[in-house]
């Protein structure tokens, strides 16, 4: 059996390589700062010492600061815990999922020395207290001195911490435990969407052996994408929805041209347009066909030298791009831009170029799909927190307009996500409202799989005009009870 330390994952996150949309006093750095600072005062003083208090007060207050500076959740007052995401990933920090490049681990050296113990995330959630805080500084400082024996979660358990949770990209001892993710969506697929995926593996495969791109093959797929994956609920629940599997190129590029061409037909862009901008998010990462396998499957911390090679993915396919005859125009140029943001930030490194609208387009794309699929040192973001991450990467990194067109277009709990209700009940998002977005209507899941099926539509009111239930939050299927290729699908002729 394999094990998650010799596993190879996919490890690039697709994430903007950019600085955050929100103002500085918002970045990691103070929060790594004051962790530093109450590590080093529990390590350095005796317990009930004012050094420790002191520095315990300014991390708590750094903390709180963030903590409300979160987007608004729509669940907040059904109790949902917003939670401050620090992650620590190939040398670069992400604060709720967006990279500080500028602030790398070389400018905050704490995150080094973090990096150094194997944490590679602390996530903090609300609710919080200062014990628990001081809890984790003091976990830190046992595991500097090597003490450390136990499991981590038991660890954080015995000193009382529920709101702090710590992780790392590879486990290299039984102290962690890492989920092993699929390389490609498994269990029952729609039959359009398998075979799609199944061409995009090959046509992948032939340009990384160095064949080149094929054309015809490019526009079978896109064709079969316009014209049956993106008109199938079983196909969109399975891309749109949260997605338990950590997936390689050809499987990521198929899902960001399927959701291209949603944000696309929102737009109203015409069937021309649509199916160049299909080809374009088909074909935005091909150049990573070309960095070696292993420095894109590597787990741990990437040098200098290996980070340039990924960035080269824009630069490479660009030029592959280029090369191949009858692409549509603009292919190239969504290749060489997706990783640049509104303000000329990102690589590769062209001045001040704002992207062209088409790259725009599949950038939110993009990030959507990197967002809401898992990776090695961290579970899949749920479709309505991805939504509102890419707000708050409007105006810099993604278009404003064309984030709130997206999430217009899919809505919070799209189309195959499993959510619990405010009364407990857990149901598959099979319908989906412009005028209610927050109130899809869901199919029942029950455990009994000869149950009849049972619908409910969440935007039901009571007598007195109150909602019946909400949707609460979205869960992970990890117990493969929920058959979306049965739920989704169109009911048979003569079903009642
Ligand atoms: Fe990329
Ligand atoms: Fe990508």
């Not at 009364?423 to 319908?431: A, D, N, Q, S």
Request: charged fraction near 25%; aromatic fraction near 4%.
């Amino acid at each position: 059996m394999s094990t998650a330390t010799t596993r190879p994952a996919a490890r690039e996150l697709d994430l903007p390589a950019v600085d955050p949309p929100i103002d500085a006093t918002a970045g990691p750095v103070p929060l790594l700062r004051g962790l530093a600072g109450l590590q080093r005062a529990t390590a350095m003083y005796p317990p009930g010492h004012p050094m420790i208090a002191q520095r315990l007060k300014e991390f708590a207050e750094v903390v709180k600061r963030h903590l409300t500076q979160l987007p608004p959740d729509p669940h907040d007052r059904l109790g949902s815990h917003p939670t401050i995401r620090l992650d620590l990933i190939n040398g670069d920090v992400y604060l709720d999922g967006v990279a500080f490049h500028h602030e790398n681990t070389a400018d905050a050296p704490f995150a080094r020395e973090l990096v150094d113990l194997g944490i590679h995330s602390i996530h903090i959630a609300d609710g919080v207290t200062p014990d628990e805080l001081l809890g984790v500084a003091d976990l830190l400082t046992q595991f500097r001195e090597g003490k450390a024996g136990e499991t981590i979660e038991d660890q954080l358990a015995r000193r009382g911490v529920r709101h702090v949770s710590l992780g790392r990209i590879v486990p290299l001892d039984t102290r962690w435990t890492a989920p092993e993710w699929a390389d490609a969506p498994v269990g029952p697929l729609d039959p359009d969407y398998a075979k799609s995926l199944a061409i995009a593996e090959q046509a992948f495969d032939a340009v990384a052996a160095g064949r080149g791109v094929d054309l015809v093959t490019v526009r079978d797929l896109v064709q079969l994408l316009v014209d049956k994956v993106a008109r199938s609920n079983v196909a969109l629940g399975q891309i749109l929805a949260l997605k338990q599997y950590e997936n390689l190129t050809y499987c990521h590029s198929v899902n960001v041209a399927t959701l291209s061409l949603l944000l696309g037909r929102q737009l109203g862009l015409d069937d021309t347009l649509l199916a160049a901008l299909v080809e374009t998010g088909l074909l935005h990462d091909i150049g990573k066909t070309r960095v070696p396998l292993e420095i894109l499957k590597k787990p741990g911390t990437l040098d200098r030298s290996e980070r340039r090679l990924i960035e080269s993915h824009t630069t490479l396919g660009a030029e592959m791009l280029v090369e191949t005859d009858g692409l549509y125009p603009l292919a190239p140029t969504v290749a060489l831009e997706h990783h640049r943001d509104l303000t000329g930030r990102g690589y590769p490194d062209l001045g001040d170029a704002v992207p062209h609208a088409l790259t725009q387009i599949v950038a939110v794309a993009d990030t959507y799909e990197a967002l809401t699929g898992a990776r090695t040192y961290r579970a899949p973001t749920p479709p309505e927190q991805a939504c509102l991450i890419m707000a708050r990467l409007g105006g810099r990194r993604l278009n404003s307009s064309l984030v709130k067109a997206f999430v217009s277009a899919i809505t919070f709990f799209p189309l195959g996500s499993v959510v619990r209700t405010s009364r407990g009940e857990t149901g598959v998002v099979v319908g989906t409202s412009r005028t209610d977005p927050l109130h899809p209507v869901l199919v029942l899941v029950t455990d009994d799989p000869d149950a009849p099926r049972r619908e409910i539509d969440t935007s039901a009111r009571d007598s007195s005009g109150a909602y019946e239930r909400h949707i609460v939050e979205t869960l992970r299927p990890d117990d493969g009870r929920v058959d979306l290729t049965r739920i989704l699908a169109p009911p048979s002729p003569g079903a009642s």
